[in-house]
T-cell receptor, first 112, second 113 residues
Framework: NAGVTQTPKFRVLKTGQSMTLLCAQDMNHEYMYWYRQDPGMGLRLIHYSVGEGTTAKGEVPDGYNVSRLKKQNFLLGLESAAPSQTSVYFC???????????FGPGTRLTVT | AQSVTQPDIHITVSEGASLELRCNYSYGATPYLFWYVQSPGQGLQLLLKYFSGDTLVQGIKGFEAEFKRSQSSFNLRKPSVHWSDAAEYFCAVGLYSNYQLIWGAGTKLIIKP
């Protein structure tokens, strides 16, 4: 039981490049989330999903897109990376009810 | 708007001393309340949670937290810290009305030998 995994762990992009971050969970959780973490700002929600085939915007969705084609996977895409998207990205999942979230190990993204 | 405040950005405590990390929230009703810990370079791990009932909740690693409705607070405590407790601690509030957590900015705990 791996819990929540994230791929890749590190990535460096040039401005304007695109990439996709993959999150996978093996706990059959309905809800999945993408956060970014920046120093002194805690966690900010980018997008979330309450079930397969559904997505919704969080607090800071601009510049990101997501897809949830399979229940166990939640993809975060950056179509045209900007230096302001340099951050650590965390994926989390949650079973129905109770708001208790389980986190992946994070992806450190640097955009130059 | 709902918010979570962790007033201390950094706290330094000697090993073996007691610890209290503060968390205050702004919300009209009693929310779900959480404390998470993040070790350097790691993801977040749940320490404890409050949903209802006994206002003093026990968590992992010897931590406890007390919910005080009158003060809108959910402070985290540990009677004797260990060097391995050095980490960043996040308070979060879950709302009944949606699926999201509202996060505090975190408190970094530094342990003096």
């Amino acid at each position: 039981n791996a819990g929540v995994t994230q791929t890749p762990k590190f990535r460096v992009l040039k401005t304007g490049q695109s990439m996709t971050l993959l999150c996978a969970q093996d706990m059959n959780h309905e809800y999945m989330y993408w956060y970014r973490q920046d120093p002194g700002m805690g966690l900010r929600l980018i997008h979330y999903s309450v079930g397969e085939g559904t997505t919704a915007k969080g607090e800071v969705p601009d510049g990101y897109n997501v897809s949830r084609l399979k229940k166990q996977n939640f993809l975060l895409g950056l179509e045209s990376a900007a230096p302001s998207q340099t951050s650590v990205y965390f994926c989390a999942s949650e079973g129905t009810g109770g708001n208790e979230q389980y986190f992946g190990p994070g992806t450190r993204l640097t955009v130059t | 708007a709902q918010s979570v405040t962790q007033p201390d950005i950094h706290i330094t405590v000697s090993e073996g001393a007691s610890l209290e990390l503060r968390c205050n929230y702004s919300y009209g009703a009693t929310p779900y309340l959480f404390w998470y810990v993040q070790s350097p370079g790691q993801g977040l791990q749940l320490l404890l949670k409050y949903f209802s009932g006994d206002t003093l909740v026990q968590g992992i690693k010897g931590f406890e937290a007390e919910f005080k409705r009158s003060q809108s607070s959910f402070n985290l405590r540990k009677p004797s810290v260990h060097w391995s407790d050095a980490a960043e601690y996040f308070c979060a509030v879950g709302l009944y009305s949606n699926y999201q957590l509202i996060w505090g900015a975190g408190t970094k705990l530094i342990i003096k030998p």
